[in-house]
């Protein structure tokens, strides 16, 4: 069935909740939206949510986004020559996911939307990830910005959250923490790259908005919840993730993980 305005709204809050969580976002979605009964929506609904959050992003970063704009305006100021690279920077990371996103392995990587199981396992896999930074613990420098080989690297990383239960935040952030990068550089590069991919995504889509007047407003109304919950997480939970507890989001991963597989695999079915 058609999902309706207040589970457009509940699916809008966990994806703002969960998109600046190293949770996975695109997992929480596809668990709830099996649970309350409207998983036929989708990844259309998942990309207009996701687009609610691009535009928190946009209005929380957009300082940095305006001088990486003026930086490659005439005449090229000498003092934006880090927002040049940082451009530079972004379109190598995009690389990956254009590349996964063009390509058969899209279609094959959407299929597990329609299985919560699999969303369940990727989850857990996700915890997994989560606790990688441990092994990197005191061998970090602290001045460590995110350089061509670190970018690339989170940017194979993001690649891979196309598949729902891999946490985008989490696992570019700690591919990045893995390359050499502090956690803050890696953070903030991390939200910054989900502008172009979220962007392309939801371009990608909008052939494919629903034509009822009342569906496409319960998913407008959607994204716009999750662009004011998404905000808010931003302010509160972006100092977290900087300081990189993720060992934390980790155990909860686990554990939602294994619950989600043991009910849809052997108590749903």
Known sequence: MHMSLLEAMI????QGLTEFLPVSSSGHL????????????????????HFGTLLSVVIYFWRSLWNMLLSILPPFREELARERKMIALLALASIPAAIVGFSPLKDVFEGTYESPAIVGLLLMMTGGIL???RLIAGRQREDADVGVKSALIMGIGQAFA???GVSRSGSS????MLAGAKSSAAAEFSFIMAIPAIAAAAFLELGHLPKEKDLLTNYLVGAGVAFGSGLIAI?????????GKF?????Y?????AAAFVYFKLIAT
């Open 235 to 243: 302010y509160t939970v972006l100092a977290a993730i900087r300081r």
């Open 253 to 257: 991963c686990i554990i939602a993980g």
């Open 173 to 176: 952030i700690v591919s990045g």
């Open 131 to 133: 606790f990688l930074p």
């Open 30 to 49: 596809v668990l709830s939206q099996k649970l309350l009964g409207v998983s036929d929506q989708g990844v259309t609904f998942e990309v207009m949510v």
């Open 162 to 164: 196309i598949l729902p």
């Open 11 to 14: 699916l809008g809050l966990i």
């Open 247 to 251: 060992e934390y989001f980790g155990i």
